[in-house]
């Protein structure tokens, strides 16, 4: 099956400054795919490229097996959600909502009709007359999805969209838009920053950082097997310890922890010798049968869970998350507890 | 407790501002409304020099001037406006470019020369390429001057409107010359109506340079009230300068009335 | 002045390609309207004068020696150092100097007054002050010598409540002339300064009142080195059309308030007229004002680093 949108070896230089090196991408039809990574990560220079507003330096840009990176942005059926939403401020929501088709050249007829039905779709049939002025930072935001669907893209394009609303708004629209991409079957891209945005939404996940894809899977996937310490580190919380590698074999590692102990644990990586093991805080419990011992310092009270800072024998800092569970007594600053890897709580990295 | 933003005293300097501004109109308006013909005696309110100004011995006079001035600020301020609205895609659409900075220096050269230097050196311009003074030799005197006053208010207008608007309208298939003229012209229309009021009036208002790029005969209402009032000031004078402020007033407004209006740039 | 500002919107180099020849015109006209003009200027400030009022193209130093230097009236005496002119300049900087500070005086706490209303009624205040602004200046000038004049309405109320018992001879006097000046450009004096003042930081006042700055104190310490830009532009837009001002000394003036623009003006009048001198003077009021604003635009690019 063709992929909705392939990347080709894409690469993009601003003079001498490199903002993306070399990124192959293949996201699939009817997909919602996130771009997810700190601001001047390039993720949202990737996602105009798509659209047409920044030249492809190398490589290729394929819609459905055609290549577009040459192509004109008004010659590309996708659409995007701007950031800002950039609605018309001299146009009635309607018109808004109808300019993609009057383009196109639909007949007047047409895409009034369209674009009542679009805003239809995200409840908003009331003000198709308004300025969008007039409208709340939420509805604006839907009149530029419905404005970006109307004339029925390809892919849909959204930078950011969430960004400029409160959370308790943020939260309702992840919903919506998820449901949304569901209804329509059409490519989503989405950019941002936000981790949890992403996890919650994201068919899969891009993680991305100074211009190069780091890993793309599925929120599981990057949550649980991180390949390097950005991603462990970006995604979630993590405990990132220096370890010696003694042996890998069929994708698993023998490492050797400060301290003195021993573990086997999945490995990203074939080489042996120093890298980096990613502990997830919350994957240890306190226990006798110890992988690691360590020394209490404090004990952060969080509501549903207890966080737990401490230092491992020889030294590194340590962090654990236990649940607050009636049968946990939680440990004394000073203490010397013991901590059991639970399956998968460690990772080893490729760097 | 008045607060840090309260000085004493500020009120009544402030409205002494506005009696220094305003004292010495508001005086020449009232006595243009004075029935007597000499101007220190009050005669009692009378429209007498209004109907002067139209029909008096001086009527042709101020109005070939009038009619010079009109037409000269028309066609001044039109081209100057147009020209500016073109620099201002170019400096604020065009990115950096090698001659950005120099172009702004240029632009706003005749902001930086004295009026008495420019009035100097363009009269000696004319002279040298041998263009006899009269009306069109002050008409590329006065759009040269408007340029940097139109391109002002339209600069700063499409400096507010963000590039999105543009490539939205592009990602919803519009070419590069709908998107210009549906989205960016509509928007940067008030700053270009208000670049245009003030040329307009700029030209209107220019006595100096007009004054030495206008070759004999060739007069604009402010030259010929200047040569009037030279030999003394009468009161056809006063309600011509009444009319005038008028027309300066009713303009200041209707360019405080555009740009409040097209401010809304959510 | 301050720069270009920012170029934004499409990033596309080719938008931006199709852009920029659109600053064509404004190089055409304003070069050869405005460019060549002033170097053509400099060039006639070397030429030599010609009875009828022209030039001879042969290069002298002449019209400058007529400025700086004497040789007595038939120019048989040694070279001294000639006044006249440098008087008339130290007249013209003195009288915009003076413009400039008056306004200051008045233009600030009115900018400041007008700042610091609501806004509502921030705009109606603002307005009133921007109207005599686009008012005929020459219109504005006859308005005032018609105020001020010997048996005009000003002098004729003050005698008629007792406050005088001869008409003051206001007309034809520097401070006739220094009144001209600063009711002409005071407007530009108020409007960089309210910008200024808008922006201030009002807690910035409070901080201060609260570490025990009296009132005045504060206006010292704090508000005025914080809103100075505004200041120095609101200084810089009063003095350098005062120094060149030629219709509030020509009209309200008289022989001995004789300015640099009446004195440029008189150059290219007529067949007495010295083309090749006017020319020298403009060079040297030019260059004056592009010392101060070199000056300034030093200063401000200091401040924005």
Redesign the interface.
Known sequence: MTAAVEIRRAVKRYGSVTALHRVDLSIADNEFFTLLGPSGCGKTTLLRMIAG???VTEGEIRLFGDDIARLEPNHRPVNTVFQHYALFPHMSVIDNVAFGLKMKGVDAATRRDRAGRMLEMVHLSAFADRSPAQLSGGQQQRVALARALAPDPKVLLLDEPLSALDLKLRQAMRVELKQLQEDTGITFIFVTHDQEEALTMSDRIAVMSEGRVQQVGTARDIYEAPVNRFVADFIGETNLLEVEVEAVAGGVATVALPGGHRLTCPSATSATGRHHLSIRPERLTLSQDADLTATVERVVYLGTDLQVIARLDGGTPFTLRLQNAARVAAPEPGARVGLHLEEGAARLLAD | MKG????P???A??L???L??????A??AV?SFNGSTS??QWGGFSLRWYGDVFTGPEAGRFGQAAWNSLTIALIASTTAA???T??A?????????HG??A??A?????????????A??????F??VGLTTGYLTIL??H??FC?PFAYLPI?ARL?G???TY??AA?DLYAT?AQAFRLILLPLMMPGVVSGWLLAF?IS??D??ITN?VKGAGMETL?TA??GS?KQG?KPN??AI?TL??GV??L??TAA?LVN?KGQKIP | ?A??????????????G??????L???V???I??????A??AV?SFLTKEFRG?VEWDFTLAAYDQFFVTRGLFGDEPAQIEWTYITIFARSIWQAALATGLCLL??F??A???A?RPARTR?V?L??????Y???????T??????I?E???LN?SLMAIGLIDSPLPLVNTNLAVQLGL??SY??FM?LPIYAAVERYN?AL??A??DLYAS?WA??REIVLPVVRPGIVAGMILVF??S??A??APD?LGGAKTFM??SL??EQ?KGSQGN?PF??AV?MI??SM??VV?LAYARAQGRAGR
């Open positions: 507003f920044e030249d | 840090v933003r309260h000085y005293g500020f009120l300097m402030t002494a501002c506005l220094v501004l305003y004292a010495p109109l005086v020449v006595y101007i220190t147009a020209i500016a073109a620099a895609l170019a400096m604020i659409r065009g990115g950096a470019f950005r900075q172009s702004f240029l632009i706003n050269l005749p902001l930086m020369v004295p009026e008495i230097v420019i100097v050196s363009t009269l000696i311009f002279s040298t590329l005197a759009i040269t340029i600069a400096e409107i963000e590039g543009e490539q592009r590069r009036i209107l208002d006595f100096i030495f402010p009230i200047f009032v000031i004078i006063m300068s005038m402020l300066s007033v303009f200041v405080y409040r | 002045m720069g270009p500002g920012p170029s934004r919107g499409p990033a596309d180099a080719a938008y931006a199709l852009v920029r020849p659109l600053l015109p404004t190089w006209v304003i070069g309207l405005m460019v060549v003009p002033v053509l200027m006639y022209g008045i233009g706490p009115t400041w007054f007008i610091t705009g205040w307005f009133l002050i921007t109207i005599p686009w008012v005929n200046l020459l219109i504005r006859v308005s005032l010598k018609f105020l004049r048996t005009g309405p004729e600063f009711y005071l407007p108020v009002f006042s409070e201060a009142a009132r504060t206006l350098v059309p120094l060149g030629f219709l009209l640099i623009g440029i003006d290219f083309w006017g020319a403009s009021l030019m004002v592009m604003l």
